[in-house]
């Protein structure tokens, strides 16, 4: 887990990031949902560790259909899976996506 700390000094606040795990770290995945090549909002995403498949991070797509996922260690490889929220189509997987 990442924890985020504000600090106040002189009215000049700084974050400090300390990770819990390995995986975690300054890198980020984003990306954008579409539905037959137009945007398509509110998409529940969800980012894996593909060596372990483990599940590191859930968000869903902003209403341009945008997201990003943060607190990922940089070059770390992943893959990321979208599930339509009307159950019209089947999940979409991206594989081998690294965090930058």
């Known amino acids: 887990m990442i924890k985020i700390f504000r600090l106040k000094s002189r ?3 700084k974050k400090i990031i ?3 795990n390995s995986d975690q770290g300054f890198g980020q995945i984003k990306g954008q949902t579409q539905k037959v090549g ?3 909002p509110i998409v529940p995403v969800c980012v894996f560790k593909r060596s372990t498949r483990q599940l590191l991070w859930e968000t869903k797509s902003k209403a341009d259909g945008t ?3 943060r607190n990922i260690a940089v070059g770390l490889e992943c893959f ?4 339509d929220p009307s159950n019209q189509y089947n ?3 991206s ?4 965090a930058k």
């Open 11 to 13: 009215a000049v606040f």
């Open 18 to 20: 300390t990770a819990a």
């Open 38 to 40: 137009a945007a398509y």
């Open 67 to 69: 997201y990003a996922i």
């Open 80 to 83: 990321v899976v979208a599930f």
């Open 91 to 93: 999940a979409v997987i």
């Open 95 to 98: 594989d081998k996506v690294v």
